[in-house]
């Protein structure tokens, strides 16, 4: 058992919570468990089973992150909330960056758009950062457009390739199989992402990767003038550590969202046989006026401490992390 | 055929018509997307190394490769020279495919070598090994700072930075990977 790591976990854990009372942060506890998902077609669930003499038993699903919980407090409560909580993602390989479960660390800020999220999360990392974390994972921060990666590593214009046509064009002229099969904008634009910007994103200090295309559809906000999404993700060591989403207030939006996404999951579930879980759209209905302008940031703890600990996999950190459980079992 | 997702390390790949062996494989769900695996593949003819990332459902074409017995013989500086135990056919694969193995392999032991066509891919090593250690600088006296360590060199040439207790001629078990030592080996 790594002692030191756990002293770490303590340490930053405690740092965090110092800095985030201090900066006037409510810090809220949720549920791991829930009766409904926000539909996230690409993240398999993980389902239990509530089990009852007196009320109908039923399937319950573990979170694959707060949001769903922490949104309606923000609607309550109108303030900058966050919260550090075990999440769970189902079909998640196991490797040196991931594991089924996981800590996150989650935080709201009301007032501050994705831009403003930059700077608060820059603060964050500077004051509580351990001792001796090297110098490439410490703020200030690099900052660079998805657009502007994808001209300097993909040598093509994002601008200009909107339409699926064109960016298969780009796809093959980086010398891509793209299968011919109908496949989605996404899905290509990752393909050339993953093979061509993402391993060549400048690991000197840490990036701020921002304005996502709007064909990646989340509950981060659209620019009005762009076919851009306010969203950033923050990559240190090359490796994804955080996302930010100037976050959607818009009910009909996020309805809109719910209805498609879970359309798309339930049919490619219903072929994979996965887990689907029961989505309740009246959470668009904390989406009324009063809804404060918000910033959210979900930041992956247990990753922050492997790079800022020296550790090679996140495996050396998690305490009965899923690898030694499997491996024990078989 | 199979599937990106069941590719593991050690799988044999088809790609661009050569074969590749897979050295590391990490999976990858860009922020929000479906998930895909990276690969880093190596050619045993030539020591290229590739990086490719698929979509865990994108189909990859692998290729049936078979283990056979070799004896490892010894190296004459550019080939390893090995034997097949089961016909006792000579056959050479190039060292600059399998950096340091010169330092691993005992000569007279015996290793499982992956063939495809008669191609000789993948000298499979454990990822644990004992060495004996056959030079050890003596630890100085009065030095017992915990955590103090020096070099030691086994019998195969391989450097390995140890703790100062260990003696000339002790055996030590190695991981092969990170050529980290692991433990003092008693029996």
């Known amino acids: 058992m790594n002692i030191k790591a756990i002293e770490q ?22 549920p791991i468990i829930s009766t409904n998902l926000i539909p996230e077609p690409t993240i398999a669930n993980f389902a239990t089973h509530y089990i009852s003499e007196f009320y109908a ?11 769903i919980h922490m949104k309606p407090i923000i609607a309550a409560t109108k303030r900058s909330i966050y919260q550090i909580i075990p999440c769970f993602r189902n079909r998640e390989q196991i490797g040196s960056y991931h594991n089924p479960e996981f800590s996150m660390l989650e935080y709201y800020t009301v ?30 921060f690099r900052k660079m457009s998805v657009a502007e990666a994808c001209h300097r590593y993909g040598e093509f ?14 796809a093959k002229r980086l010398g891509l199989d793209v299968p011919a099969a109908a496949e989605s904008w996404e899905s290509v634009f990752n393909r050339i992402f993953l093979n061509f910007v993402e391993p060549n994103l400048p690991q000197e200090k840490p990036l701020i990767l921002y304005d996502y295309p709007q064909q990646i559809v989340c509950l981060a906000k659209k620019h009005r003038d762009r076919p851009y999404r306010q969203r950033w993700e923050l990559y240190a060591g090359g490796i994804e550590l955080a996302n930010c989403y100037n976050e959607e207030r818009d009910k009909n939006i996020v309805k809109n969202y719910y209805r498609d996404q879970y359309a798309i999951l339930v049919t490619e579930r219903a072929q994979t046989g996965e887990v689907i879980p029961d989505v309740d759209l009246s ?11 918000c910033s959210g940031v979900a930041l992956g703890i247990d990753r922050l401490l492997m790079l800022q600990g020296g550790y090679k996999t996140i495996g050396d950190l998690i305490l009965f992390n899923f690898s030694a459980i499997i491996a024990d079992g078989m | 055929m199979i599937k990106a997702g069941q590719i593991d390390k050690g799988t044999a790949l088809l790609v661009k018509g050569q074969p590749f062996i897979v050295v590391e494989r990490e999976f990858v ?5 479906s998930a895909f695996v990276r690969v880093r593949l190596k050619s045993p003819a030539t020591g290229q190394m ?18 056979r017995d070799c004896q490892y013989l010894y190296n004459d500086g550019d080939n390893f020279h090995f034997m097949l135990t089961e016909t006792f056919e000579q056959i050479e694969i190039p060292m600059s495919s399998f950096e340091d193995y010169q330092f691993i392999m005992k000569e007279g032991e015996t290793f499982r070598v992956t063939f495809w066509e008669h191609q000789p891919l993948d000298i499979q090593i454990p990822t644990k090994v004992i060495f004996e250690v056959a030079e050890a600088e003596e630890a ?22 140890v703790p100062i207790f260990i003696k000339q001629g002790e055996r030590i078990l190695v991981n092969t990977e990170t050529k980290e030592y692991i433990e003092r080996v008693n029996k």
């Open chain 1, 9 to 30: 976990r303590s340490e930053l854990l405690r740092a965090m919570r110092n800095w985030f009372a201090q900066e006037g942060y409510l810090e809220v506890s949720t």
């Open chain 1, 57 to 67: 038993s039923r399937e319950l699903y573990l979170i694959p992150s707060p949001e």
């Open chain 1, 111 to 140: 007032g501050a758009d994705d831009t403003d999220s930059i700077a608060i999360t820059e603060e964050l990392i500077a004051k509580t950062a351990l001792e001796n974390t090297p110098e490439h994972l410490l703020p200030p």
């Open chain 1, 157 to 170: 214009d994002l601008d200009k390739t909107q339409s699926i046509a064109a960016l298969r064009r780009e």
């Open chain 1, 283 to 293: 959470f668009a209905d904390i989406f009324d006026e009063e809804f404060p302008q």
């Open chain 2, 29 to 33: 769900n860009p922020g929000k997307g």
């Open chain 2, 50 to 67: 590739l990086r490719e990332t698929y979509k865990t459902q994108d189909n990859v074409e692998d290729i049936t490769v078979d283990d």
């Open chain 2, 140 to 161: 100085i006296k009065g030095d017992t700072v915990t955590g103090a360590t020096k070099n030691v060199t086994t019998d195969t040439g391989l450097v390995v930075r």
